[in-house]
């Protein structure tokens, strides 16, 4: 009896332990996802710039657009946003927005709601849900690089037993003292079964199927990884920072005598 009641106290002790590793787990990521958000709320500031360096490749590379290098710029003065990225130029003002494509010489002219100016200014998620969806769905963890500088990293849980498969692994470095984003990683793996019928599909739009496929676990499967890299270079969140701050008004020379701009044309108003 004695013997029984001490084996009786280790399993209600372990599971007590394992009980509170959980609850300690469940507050850790917690609040890693709340200095997570915090991170992310700069682009909340009134006042913000930055520019950035993109870069996508992929494994294996099947078209031109799967490894490119593009240059970008962004401001936010109080409600009115500036973006460049490439030939493509976007501004956000007096209620309307405007895109200058350089490359085709067009202006899209739109008005724009106080809904889409919420989803123009690209605030981060957060609350409750979200905050359950990245318990539920990502293995969460931070660290510390150096002095100056920590890593968020949000791994995709394995779905174990499922043929197809696609996860995604986010790394997030920002700056400790300031408490600002400095690179983000996103790769995304996609894994599914070699079919018949999908790789007949693929061939049939002249898709090199051989580079896809990879035997596992003596199973032919579709893989191709997918990656993004962001650098955000000169952050900064201070009203200075915004004084160059391009203007659609003076973006493009504009003919009274014609009630044209020059060389560019309207191909979308409103």
Excluded at 135 to 156: M, P, V
Excluded at 248 to 267: C, V
């Amino acid at each position: 009896m004695k013997r029984y009641k001490k084996y009786l106290l280790l399993v209600c002790l372990s599971g007590f332990i394992q009980h509170i590793s959980y609850a300690q787990r469940v507050s850790d990521t917690t609040a890693v996802i709340k200095d997570y958000n915090k991170l992310m709320a700069f682009i909340s500031q009134p006042y913000i710039h930055y520019t950035m360096l993109s870069r996508v490749a992929a494994d294996p590379v099947m078209l031109a657009e799967d490894t490119l290098t593009s240059t970008g710029e962004f401001y936010k003065n109080q409600n009115d946003i500036y973006y460049s990225g490439g030939q493509d130029e976007m501004y956000l003002e007096d209620s309307f927005k405007i895109q200058i494509n350089h490359e085709r010489k067009t202006i899209w002219i739109s008005k724009i709601d106080d809904a889409a100016k919420e989803k123009l200014s690209m605030l981060p998620l957060s609350g409750k849900k979200f905050s359950d969806m990245l318990r539920e769905e990502y293995t969460i963890s931070r660290s510390s690089l150096n002095d100056s500088t920590g890593q968020f990293s949000f791994d995709t849980k394995p779905v174990v037993g499922a043929a197809s498969q696609k996860t995604t692994n986010i790394t997030v470095v920002y700056l400790k003292k300031r408490y600002l984003i400095k690179e983000m990683d996103i790769e995304v793996r996609m894994q599914e079964p070699a079919a018949d019928a999908i790789v007949a599909a693929l061939k049939g739009e002249g898709v090199d199927v051989a580079k896809l496929t990879q035997t596992i676990d003596g199973k032919d499967y579709l893989v191709k990884k997918q990656r993004l890299e962001v650098n955000y270079n000169d952050l900064e969140v201070t009203k200075q920072s915004v004084s160059q701050m391009p203007s659609w008004k003076n973006a493009l020379e504009y003919d009274e005598s014609i009630g044209a701009y020059i060389g560019y044309a309207i191909t979308k108003m409103f």
